[in-house]
């Protein structure tokens, strides 16, 4: 089934309604962040040969989510964009058929949001402790390793 | 002939990729202001939108004060007491000018003033703060003046010691950071007598009855030691906290008005979303139509907290309970300014600096947050950019 890019965007922007308030419950803090788990569980390993789409989307994300956080349109670019880019680097060299690289590979994707998100915190003098930067990472890690994604399924739209 | 080699130029674009999101994490992490100013111009109105969405369906969980208060001017119990506590004594011929201060810079050891010219100040006149002598003004601009404080390096400043029987007359050398002032000088070479009061001298220039005003450089405090040489009487002295908000300057000869208001913008403003969805609930996104970049925000009379970034007409402000105003806050302690220790529980005000008006209201020192009502106001006090060093 083909998943088209504005469902993408609409449910998007459903989360960003929603995910200001979630970061606000008792766990909250520890929530992986909705936009780049959104973003990695949309864009299939490898990415498609253009990937025009996959960054229009990175950018629609991170519009969203600088519309509801400190972090800037570009440190949102800047964090989705290089996850991206890590993911893509790292599907190259590991194969996706174990849990344990699809694991590893979504981990050190969401590795730029944290430090990104670190920085800011420190240029703003905001309280965001490693362990909540860890546990976000591990657990967008987690959510993405479970879902299993490939270019087969093309979600743009291409052939599967 | 020139020829690509194979997947030249997927390399290139991958490349190029590759630069782009590196510039664009530089920019995040060591952020260029004008860069991010200009997005924000650009997408600002288009984000404001959805935090109101946001906001509204958070609005929905939350218990959020709706308490709508009128905004009225804020007189501040701070500024009041330092313009009680603060003038200098009253004599024939002197009008006592009060001005707000920008700055104390302790490493060049001058102050400096927030009117000049325009306010009719000129070289020359000298400055205090309740019987406190702080220096005199050494140049003016239109809009600012600046002091040469008594113990800056190689300031002369002339003081007298009172005896039951005689006065003394001495000087005093400014040495800067190196130290408290030395007294350099004293008539016929007489002893100095360890506490005595040093009082300021005035020069032949001067109003005479300024010497009427009782203003004093400190106490004669030994320093050294006979046996090396170097036993000296220094000037123990501090410049009041209070004297960070406003100082005195003394004048024979005034324009239309006698006390120059430090400029502060204010305006109104409307909590649009409480709770920041990477940072949590300590941000809080407000919208106001200020036609400045606000520094402080403020539920009317109490600060709420630091605005951190703005974007046009809505920004993001940082809400800190008032123990995490720190060396920036001030309080009132038998009448008198101080700043605030940390441990006390007293009612702290804003000391002023990086754009925060002096003297608005953080409330108990060991309160906790508070959730901001929906109808604010954010401030900003332009001149005072800098930070108050001391």
Redo the contacts between chains.
Sequence with gaps: MKVRMSVYLVLA?VI??????M??LSV??YLP??WLLLLLLAVPTPMPHS?RKPIILALCFA?????????????S???L??AL?VREGLTRLLSDSLFIYRFSSAVLSAV?MA???I???S??????SYTTCAWRVLLTGFIVALVKRRSSNSMFGGKG | MFFLLPGAERNRKKLLTVLAVLSLCVQSCFPLSFVDDAVHAVLGPVMQPITRLAGAWSSLFQQLPQVDKSANTYNSPLISAERQFGHPLDVPGVAWLEVPVLDIDEESGQMKLAAGRNFHLSAGQIVAFADNYLGRISEVEDDIAYVDLFNRAGQRTGIKLLSKTETTRAVCFGRGLSGSAIIDWIEDEKVVEAQATLWWRPRPLDVAHLSKAGLKLGKAVSEGSAARGDYMFVVAHEIPASAEGRVYVAASAIGDSIVAEPIVHHQTAQRIMLGDAVFGNRLLAVASRASFAPAVLSDHSRVCGQVIAWRGNWGWAHLQQPSRWINESVALHDGRVRLHDAGEDQVIYTRGGSGVPRGMLLGESNAGLFTPSANLDVWLAPQSKGVVHQ
């Design positions: 922007l960003t309604t929603v995910f200001p308030w970061r606000q909250g803090d962040d909705a990937a519009l969203l989510r600088s519309s509801v956080a400190l972090s800037s349109p570009i440190a670019c800047a964090s964009l290089a880019m730029p430090l990104i998100d920085s800011i915190a240029q703003h003098q905001i309280e965001l």
